[in-house]
C-alpha cells in the first residue's frame, strides 16, 4: 500500500509559477513510476507529466504543457515535484499524484494509487 499527499496548490495569477510535491509513504518509492493529473470542473481527469522509475530517466509531458511543466523526482524524500511556469487560465483544476510500477500504466492514468489532489487556480 502506497499513500500519496499532494501539497503546494493554490491561487495564482496568469504568468505566475507554482511548485507542487507529492510525498509517497512507502520504503520502495524508487520502485515506482510516478505521474501528475488534473481535472478541471466538468472535465474528466487527464495526464499531465509523468517519470520513470529508478533514476527517472524518462519523462514525458501533454503537449499543452511541454516547456513549462517540469517534473522530477527525489528518491531520498520519497518525492515528486511538478514544477509549473508561465501558467495559465486553462491550467486551472485539482492536481493529483499518481503512482504504479508500471511507466505504461501511469501513462494511460491507470495508477494503482492516488494522492487526495490539490487545487491550483490561475487567475485571467
Known amino acids: 500500500q502506497v499513500q500519496l499527499v499532494e501539497s503546494g496548490g493554490g491561487l495564482v495569477q496568469n504568468g505566475g509559477s507554482l511548485r507542487l510535491s507529492c510525498k509517497a509513504s512507502?520504503?520502495?518509492?524508487?520502485?515506482?513510476?510516478m505521474g501528475w493529473f488534473r481535472q478541471a470542473p466538468g472535465k474528466e481527469r487527464e495526464f499531465v507529466a509523468s517519470?520513470?522509475?529508478?533514476?527517472?530517466?524518462?519523462?514525458y509531458y501533454r503537449d499543452s504543457v511541454k516547456g513549462r511543466f517540469t517534473i522530477s523526482r527525489d528518491n531520498a524524500k520519497n518525492t515528486v515535484d511538478l514544477q509549473m511556469n508561465s501558467l495559465k487560465p486553462e491550467d486551472t483544476a485539482v492536481y493529483y499524484c499518481?503512482?504504479?510500477?508500471?511507466?505504461?500504466?501511469?501513462?494511460?492514468?491507470?495508477?494503482?494509487?492516488w494522492g487526495q489532489g490539490t487545487q491550483v487556480t490561475v487567475s485571467a
Open positions: 517519470i520513470s522509475s529508478r533514476t527517472g530517466g524518462s519523462t
Open positions: 512507502t520504503t520502495n518509492f524508487r520502485d515506482y513510476s
Open positions: 499518481g503512482a504504479d510500477r508500471y511507466l505504461t500504466q501511469v501513462q494511460a492514468g491507470r495508477v494503482a494509487y
